[in-house]
Nanobody, 124 residues
Framework: QVHLVESGGGSVQPGGSLRLSCTAP????????VGWFRQTPGKEREGVAY????????HYADSVVGRFTISRDSAKNTIYLQMNNLKPEDTAVYYC?????????????????WGQGTQVTVSS
C-alpha cells in the first residue's frame, strides 16, 4: 500500500492559481501512474488529470484542458497539479491516487491508493 500525501490547497479568487503536490514518503512513485481527482458533496469523484509512466503522457478532463497541468518531478518523488485561471466550479476536495501498472485513467476504480484530500475553494 502506498501512503499518498497531498498539499497545496487553499482559497483563491476566480482567475487565480494554485499548485497541488502529491508525494509518497518512503515509496518511489517512479513506476506508478498518478491521477488527480476532485469531489464535491453529493457528487461522484471526478477524474481531472493523470500522468502515465511509460511515456509520461498526460491526460486531462475537458473541463480543465488549457488551465491545469500535471507534471512529475522524479527527483522529488512528487506529482504536481498546476491550476491556473481557476473558476468557482473548480471548488472541491482534490485527491491524488496511484496505481502500479503505469497506465492510469479517469476512473477511480483504476487506482489502488489514495491521499486524504486537500480543499480547493474558488470564490470572490
Amino acid at each position: 500500500q502506498v501512503h499518498l500525501v497531498e498539499s497545496g490547497g487553499g482559497s483563491v479568487q476566480p482567475g487565480g492559481s494554485l499548485r497541488l503536490s502529491c508525494t509518497a514518503p518512503g515509496v518511489s512513485l517512479h513506476s506508478h501512474a498518478v491521477g488527480w481527482f476532485r469531489q464535491t458533496p453529493g457528487k461522484e469523484r471526478e477524474g481531472v488529470a493523470y500522468i502515465t509512466t511509460e511515456d509520461a503522457s498526460t491526460h486531462y478532463a475537458d473541463s480543465v484542458v488549457g488551465r491545469f497541468t500535471i507534471s512529475r518531478d522524479s527527483a522529488k518523488n512528487t506529482i504536481y497539479l498546476q491550476m491556473n485561471n481557476l473558476k468557482p466550479e473548480d471548488t472541491a476536495v482534490y485527491y491524488c491516487a496511484s496505481e502500479p501498472y503505469g497506465l492510469g485513467g479517469f476512473g477511480p476504480d483504476e487506482y489502488f491508493d489514495w491521499g486524504q484530500g486537500t480543499q480547493v475553494t474558488v470564490s470572490s
